[in-house]
């Protein structure tokens, strides 16, 4: 499924023309950019939890 979202991507947004992956991200940036950007609230990071015991 995610091969076909990156393909479709590809083709919507430079009509094949992408090289790499680099080449993707730099064009959904230009496309989204003149939208402004989104900034998110990060929860903090915890400790992790105990892994589970499986005795």
């Not at 479709?8 to 430079?14: G, R």
């Not at 959904?28 to 005795?55: H, N």
Request: hydrophobic letters at 40%; a negative charge; charged letters at 30%.
């Amino acid at each position: 499924m995610e091969a076909e979202a990156r393909t479709i991507l590809q083709e919507v947004l430079t009509g094949g023309n992408l090289k790499t992956g680099a080449d993707l991200v730099e064009a959904i940036r230009g496309r989204f950019a003149p939208l402004g950007g989104v900034d998110l609230d990060l929860p903090p990071r915890g400790s992790a939890r105990e892994p589970p015991r499986f005795e």
